[in-house]
C-alpha cells in the first residue's frame, strides 16, 4: 500500500445505542438508516481472536517471508487451500496471473503470481467481496506479522464463522487473497506498473468479461494487527462503506477504532475505478512514524489477537448493513 495524502477527520459519538458519525461535515450521515447488529444477550459477534493469532503464528514462524513467486508464498497457498478444505460450504479456486517487474527491479523475470479465491454461495444475486493481500514485502527476513499476515488470518477466521452446508441466506461471499500487492525494490510505488499486480489483473480481466459488476461491494482489509490499533478510513473509499464500518464500530461500544482519514493507494483501487463500491480499512501509523512499516519489526512483538478480533468482530457486524445498501450493478 502506498500513502498519498493526509486529513484528519475526527469522530464524535451520538444517540443512546452508542452511534458515531463524522464531525467533518458529512451531511448524509444523519440519513443513513441506523446499524442493524445481531447480538446475542448484547455481545459482540463470535470471533476466535486467539485462534486467529495461532493461524499468524504458524504464518510468521513456520513459514516466515512470503513473498511472490517464491517457495514460502506457495506453502501459503497450499495452507489456506488445506484450510478451507475443512470447512463447510467454501468453493475456493486459485486465479493465476503473471508479473512483470519493471525495469530497474532486482527480480528482472516475470513473475507466476496467484490469487487465492473462496466463494460462500448465497441465496440472492451478488457478491460480497472481503480482501487481503497475502504475499510479503521483499525485504531479507521480513515475515509481516502485520503486512499482510494480519488479515490474510482475520479472512481465514471469518471463513470459520461463515462455513455451512447450506446456501448461505443472502448474497454470495467471496474471500479475495491477492498476491503481487507489494513493490519490486528498488523501484518505487506505481498503481499500474510496480504494486498490485493480482487486483489489477483479475479487475481487469472481470472488466472484459463483464462479470465485475456481480460485486455489490468490496471491503480491503490491510495491516490490521497492529498492537496499538488505529484504522483510517481511506478517504477516496465509499462514502456509504464509510459510514456503515464508523456506525458499526460505535455500536460494538468501539467507536475509537477509527482515528481519521488518509488518501491510501492499495489493491482496492483497481476495483474501484471500475466503479465497484470499495473500502479500504488500513492501520498506517504501525510504530512510532509508521517506523515498524516495511521493517524487521514488523513482527509478532507488535500485533495482537485484540486487533485481529476488533476487526474480525467489525466486519461480522457490518455484513447485513452492507447488504442491505448495496446490490449488484447491472
Not at 472484459?208 to 484504522?231: C, P
Not at 464508523?246 to 475505478?273: K, M, S, W, Y
Amino acid at each position: 500500500m502506498h500513502a498519498i495524502r493526509t486529513s484528519l477527520c475526527f469522530i464524535a459519538l451520538f444517540g443512546s445505542l452508542g452511534l458515531s458519525h463524522l464531525s467533518c461535515g458529512d451531511t448524509q450521515a444523519r440519513a443513513q438508516t441506523a446499524i442493524e447488529i445481531n447480538l446475542k444477550n448484547g455481545q459482540a459477534p463470535s470471533f476466535d481472536e486467539e485462534r486467529a493469532f495461532e493461524d499468524l503464528r504458524y504464518l510468521c514462524e513456520e513459514i516466515g517471508p512470503r513473498r511472490i513467486g517464491t517457495k514460502g508464498l506457495q506453502r501459503t497457498t497450499a495452507w489456506l487451500q488445506e484450510q478451507m478444505a475443512d470447512l463447510d460450504g467454501w468453493e475456493v479456486s486459485l486465479d493465476k496471473f503473471l508479473a512483470k517487474p519493471p525495469p530497474g527491479a532486482r527480480r528482472k523475470a516475470d513473475v507466476n503470481g496467484v490469487n487465492v479465491l473462496a466463494r460462500r454461495k448465497g441465496t440472492q444475486p451478488g457478491e460480497i467481496w472481503i480482501c487481503s493481500h497475502y504475499d510479503t514485502y521483499d525485504l531479507p527476513g521480513f515475515v509481516g506479522a502485520n503486512d499482510a499476515g494480519s488479515s490474510t488470518v482475520v479472512l481465514q477466521e471469518l471463513a470459520r464463522q461463515w462455513a455451512g452446508k447450506e446456501k448461505r441466506e443472502g448474497q454470495s461471499i467471496v474471500l479475495a487473497w491477492f498476491d503481487g500487492e507489494e513493490r519490486f525494490p528498488p523501484i518505487p510505488w506505481q498503481d499500474f506498473t510496480n504494486s498490485t499486480f493480482g487486483s489489477q489483473d483479475l479487475a481487469e480481466r472481470m472488466f472484459e468479461a463483464d462479470t465485475i459488476g456481480n460485486i455489490s461491494a468490496l471491503i480491503l482489509l490491510d495491516m490490521i494487527g497492529d498492537a496499538k490499533l488505529g484504522v483510517l478510513k481511506e478517504s477516496s473509499s465509499d462514502h456509504t462503506l464509510k459510514r456503515i464500518m464508523e456506525r458499526t464500530a460505535g455500536a460494538l461500544g468501539d467507536p475509537n477504532l477509527f482515528v481519521g482519514q488518509r488518501d491510501i493507494q492499495d489493491d482496492h483501487i483497481h476495483f474501484r475505478r471500475r466503479n465497484v463500491p470499495s473500502i479500504n480499512l488500513i492501520d498506517f501509523n504501525f510504530g512510532p512514524g509508521n517506523a515498524y512499516w516495511h521493517t524487521l519489526e514488523d513482527n509478532l512483538d507488535h500485533v495482537s489477537a485484540e486487533s485481529l478480533g476488533r476487526i474480525g468482530r467489525l466486519i461480522l457486524a457490518a455484513l447485513p448493513s452492507v447488504e442491505r445498501e448495496f446490490s449488484p450493478r447491472e
